[in-house]
């Protein structure tokens, strides 16, 4: 095999590639490697390149044992990124050369990092409940056994500890449902206006500090959207509850749909504390709260938002949340007409 061939080889490789000399000087690169680095690299020494002792080590020992071998490198260029560097001599034909690959495994490491924090997260989350719940039960076997009015308070926490792992439960199959068919577009056609009409009546009737502080600018003759019913409706409700609930008592919460080109848009404006702006980008991240006793004293299990930018993704809308400490929130969903 001639030297050329090995560069055609390299040029038709999805991932960046190059081909060195055994003083690691760049005979060639395709086209991945050099958007990679920015930069023509053939004919530079590897090591003004990539300056990684372990890609260095990686090289000799190939050259060293004519084997094939690997090692992880993470590489700081606009953002930090893991890579696995493969090195493997190449002999014959008068053509004494080093193949060196890098396959990007950041979204490999990333899964396996949100893996391990959804377990830690879940075990966290379910750990309080069933503590509370076993020290209860400890209670009503012993020095409660034959309290009667012990016995009826605790039985009132043991259905609110349940009734918050069953929350959470239910969330957790929600998303797992989510993501199984997040890449399957919805089918139903939905009225916007009427649906959130529906949804603030509901509200206004489940709490009492709800009634009549959302008011709804809407116009009637807007089209219909292709969506699912079910899903844009827990969407819109945990929203508006959340504006709800998060401001201040009888302040109003300022709901307004309209149409802007192809897309409805639709936004929600609350009076409350307001969001300071290091946790606005990690809202939607899963059991991420601002303020964690707040929301599980109000019953909020820390799925809602992500449960909300997955059905979205599917409907292929957009989220965005904007806020200011001591004065609100505002939060815009943006979906196609």
């Known amino acids: 095999m001639q030297n050329h061939v090995y560069?055609?080889?390299?040029?038709?490789?999805?991932?960046?590639a190059l081909i060195l000399d055994y003083e690691y000087k760049i005979q060639n690169a395709n086209s991945?490697?050099?958007n990679l680095f920015e930069a023509g690299l053939a004919g530079l020494d590897f090591v003004r390149v990539l300056r990684q002792p372990g890609a260095i080590e990686c090289l000799s020992k190939a050259v060293k044992t004519g084997e094939l071998k690997t090692c992880d490198l993470v590489l700081h260029l606009q953002t930090p990124r893991t890579y696995k560097a493969s090195a493997a001599s190449l002999v014959g034909a008068g053509c004494d050369s080093i193949l060196f690959t890098l396959i990007?495994?950041?979204?490999?490491?990333?899964?396996?990092k949100s893996r391990s924090t959804f377990v830690a997260n879940v075990s966290h989350e379910l750990r309080s409940p069933l503590t509370s719940l076993m020290g209860i039960v400890e209670t009503l076997q012993g020095p409660a056994r034959e309290d009667v009015k012990a016995r009826d308070n605790f039985l009132g926490l043991m259905h609110?500890?349940?009734?918050?792992?069953?929350?959470?439960v239910g969330d957790l199959l929600s998303l797992s449902k989510l993501e199984a068919k997040e890449h399957l577009p919805p089918k139903g056609e939905v009225?916007?206006?009427?649906?959130?009409?529906?949804?603030?009546?509901?509200?206004?009737?489940?709490?009492?500090?709800y009634k009549n502080r959302v008011v709804l600018t809407a116009s009637d003759d807007l089209p219909p959207i292709t969506g699912d019913r079910d899903e844009l409706t827990e969407v819109f409700q945990n929203l508006i509850e959340n504006a709800l609930k998060y401001s201040e008592p009888k302040t109003q919460v300022e709901v307004q749909i309209f149409q802007a080109e192809d897309t409805i848009k639709i936004t929600i404006k609350d009076k409350g504390e307001g969001i300071a702006p290091e946790h606005l980008p990690r809202l939607t991240e899963r059991f991420y709260r601002v303020d964690k006793?707040?929301?599980r004293d109000a019953g909020g299990t820390g799925l809602g938002l992500a449960i909300t930018k997955?059905?979205?993704?599917?409907?292929?809308?957009?989220l965005s949340i904007e806020s200011a400490v001591g004065v609100g929130s505002?939060?815009?969903v943006v979906l196609p007409a």
């Open 7 to 16: 560069l055609n080889i390299v040029d038709a490789l999805p991932h960046p």
């Open 160 to 168: 609110g500890e349940t009734q918050r792992m069953s929350r959470l």
């Open 191 to 209: 009225g916007i206006p009427r649906l959130i009409r529906q949804i603030i009546a509901v509200l206004s009737e489940s709490k009492p500090d």
């Open 330 to 332: 505002f939060v815009s």
């Open 310 to 318: 997955h059905i979205l993704n599917r409907h292929r809308g957009r």
């Open 32 to 34: 991945a490697a050099e």
């Open 104 to 112: 990007d495994i950041s979204a490999e490491i990333d899964a396996e």
């Open 293 to 295: 006793g707040r929301s």
